[in-house]
């Protein structure tokens, strides 16, 4: 907030809400470093802000604390759309399931690995990978 202030540019409740919203997940993420974490969320919304509405009025709205961050957002919704993916999906949702667990349990979560989508030209590897 003092950042703002400082800056001249107003945060609503509302934007500072999904900014501390924003922190909690990523404090959930392995390689989280505390240091500089709202300082580079408040100077990436300030950067969003600017190119939304220009210098004039400087107010943050939750899209520019947000970014491409949707809270709940399913993150496979476009692989459950492509025909032929399901056993991929069940992969990473249980890659998914055991970095939650290891979360919930205070651990740091293991690295998930690397993944090598082989086969003949056209099946979709390269539009399953870029998902």
């Not at 993420?29 to 974490?37: I, Q, S, V």
């Not at 991929?88 to 667990?101: D, L």
Request: glycine share 8%.
């Amino acid at each position: 907030v003092r950042s703002c202030e400082e800056d001249a540019v107003q945060l609503p409740l509302k934007a500072l809400c999904a900014g501390v919203r924003r922190l909690s997940y990523l404090r959930g993420l392995p390689n989280f470093g505390n240091a500089n974490a709202v300082r580079n969320l408040l100077d990436a919304a300030k950067l969003r802000q600017t190119g939304r509405s220009g210098p004039a009025h400087p107010t943050l709205s939750v899209e520019d604390m947000n970014g491409d961050f949707i809270p709940g957002n399913d993150p496979l919704a476009d692989m459950r759309n492509l025909c032929n993916s399901d056993s991929v999906v069940a992969a990473m949702e249980h890659v998914a399931q055991q970095v939650e667990q290891q979360h919930h349990a205070q651990e740091q979560p293991a690295a998930p690995g690397h993944w090598l989508f082989l086969g003949p030209p056209g099946p979709g590897k390269s539009t399953v990978a870029s998902h």
